[in-house]
């Protein structure tokens, strides 16, 4: 009953589907035909990751890969490298620094600088009229990974 559906579509290397009924989120279904409609990954074999991080915050970057963290004090359009690699993965395998990879720095681009969502924080106390609202919007900046170099 569990059976895993694979169907290959153009080079079997670039797209593979993958969809098991009972066990993958996020596959739709179809009652009335019992057809499986398949979500696509991508599978890339030079693909290659860090672990980074940046502003206090651990972050898994790729290249041109856009991630939102804190405020960094750089312009728009800069160019910011980060050197407090955690981890590296590419193609020839995994490596994994004890605290950090020397020599091994991400470079990113600074897109934009914006506030994020608006969190609401409400405390109240039942029965003894006590009610506080306050909202809070985190400073953001918006970045572009360009280039990652293993020292």
Partial sequence: ?????????????????????????????????????????????DSMYAIVTIAGQQFKVEKDRKVFVHRLGAEEGASVEFDEVLL????????????VLSGAKVTAKVLSHLKGDKVIVFKKKRRKGYKKKNGHRQYLSQIQIEDIVIG
């Fill in 1 to 45: 009953m569990h059976k895993i559906l694979q169907c290959f579509v153009g080079e079997p290397e670039n797209f593979l589907y993958f969809c098991s009924p009972n066990q993958f989120r996020g596959v739709r279904s179809d009652r009335r035909s019992g057809f499986v409609h398949l979500r696509k990954e991508t599978v890339n074999k």
């Fill in 88 to 99: 590296v993965e590419d193609e020839s395998g995994i490596k994994v620094g004890a605290p």
